[in-house]
């Protein structure tokens, strides 16, 4: 047999309109404007580069001075060739 | 021991790089504190969204209970459409079959021979089964199709808020992952720099008691030649004896002096 109630579906929701339209999920517009702007993303990746890359600098200058004391004379002398080239 | 030579190089290029920046080690606890806290509020912005949405789907769930369904079932009985004036059209054919006393009807107690009696009544036995079944199947059918209609407005209308609360947890999660590689890069730097200024501190430390040292002897080595060279030229030994003792003091008071500046016992 088989019924097809799509009409009957159709019906119901013109005579509920009213109370479906107060279900209805928030607009793009007001998604849009309760989120967070974004940042973006090109400036934000080269600040993070930035400031990753001072970061290593640092790590190297402390790296730098653990070895110096570790070596003693062979990192002067390396130093001292380094700094002849400046 | 490192030689001044190399601290020298290395206070320099410490003091160039950090220069008189002052970095406190609580900058870096501090930073895991921000970076814990955006964790924190991650997670209670997303349980915020959820709630909202949940309390979202449960309003469609009270209204498709209490409005919707009834309303739908309600125009299915009453027979508006094409479909549900043949479901109402089979309905009630059925039940008037099925609800029907066919041995009543037929009156097989006019029938006189056992035999066909018998036979008779089984068959309207199985007649009377066979319109209950038919009934059923009606019945069946017509939930069926409502169901599929239900399920089908339901679904209408959970699914774009379904689709909008990912969209939005989505956005959420971009903002924080970006906050939290901020974060974590601002740390990262902090904490380099907090071990590179610890560093220019201890060495700067270091190098200022070597040169304190350094004057202190250099001093001395001064004065004792200025002694020796009074003794060497005094015309009278006891005049001579005299200076030796009065510049030997001054290297004394001038060496206390030093280590008091320098710092050095």
């Known amino acids: 047999m088989g019924y097809d109630f799509t ?12 109370e479906l339209a107060k279900l209805t999920p928030l607009t793009i517009d007001e998604i849009t404007d309760i989120l967070p702007e974004k940042v973006d993303k090109e400036h934000f990746k080269q600040l993070i580069d930035i400031v990753r890359s001072a970061e290593s600098q640092n790590d190297k200058l402390v790296l730098f001075k653990d070895n110096v004391e570790k070596l003693g004379g ?7 060739k380094l700094l002849k080239f400046v | ?39 924190e509020m991650h997670t209670s912005h997303e349980k915020f969204v959820h709630l909202y ?51 009543d009807s037929v009156q097989i107690s006019g029938i006189s021979d056992n035999d066909v009696n018998k036979s008779v009544r089984e068959a309207l036995e199985k007649l009377s ?18 169901q599929e209609q239900i399920n089908k407005k339901r679904k209408s209308l959970i699914g774009p808020l379904n689709e909008q609360e990912r969209y939005v947890l989505d956005q959420l999660r971009e903002s924080y992952a970006d906050l939290q590689r901020g974060s974590a890069a ?12 610890e560093q220019r501190d201890e060495i700067s430390q270091k190098v200022g008691l070597l040169k304190a040292q350094k004057k202190i002897i250099t001093s001395a080595v001064g004065l004792s030649d200025k002694a020796a060279k009074a003794l060497k030229t005094a015309e009278k030994a006891n005049d001579g004896i005299s200076k030796f003792i009065e510049i030997i003091g001054k290297v004394k008071g001038d060496t206390n002096e030093e280590s008091d500046k320098g710092g050095v016992k």
């Open chain 1, 7 to 18: 009409d009957e579906a159709n019906l119901t929701d013109d005579q509920l309109a009213g």
């Open chain 2, 1 to 39: 021991m490192m030689s001044l030579a190399i601290r020298s190089i290395l206070v320099c290029l410490l003091i160039v790089t950090v220069g008189c920046v002052s970095v406190p080690k609580q900058t870096v606890e501090l930073a895991e504190i921000v970076d814990s806290q955006i964790t």
């Open chain 2, 186 to 197: 601002i740390k990262g730097y902090l904490a380099s720099a907090v071990k590179l200024v």
């Open chain 2, 53 to 103: 949405y949940e309390q979202i789907r449960n309003d469609v769930d009270r209204f498709m209970e209490e409005k919707w369904i009834p309303q739908f079932l309600s125009n299915l009985i009453e027979g508006t459409g094409k479909n549900s004036k043949q479901f109402r059209a089979d309905l009630d054919v059925a039940y008037k079959l099925a609800s029907r006393d066919w041995i």
């Open chain 2, 129 to 146: 089964s066979k319109e209950k079944a038919k009934l059923g199947m009606v019945l069946i059918d017509f939930s069926k199709a409502a």
């Open chain 1, 74 to 80: 062979v990192a002067l002398t390396v130093l001292g």
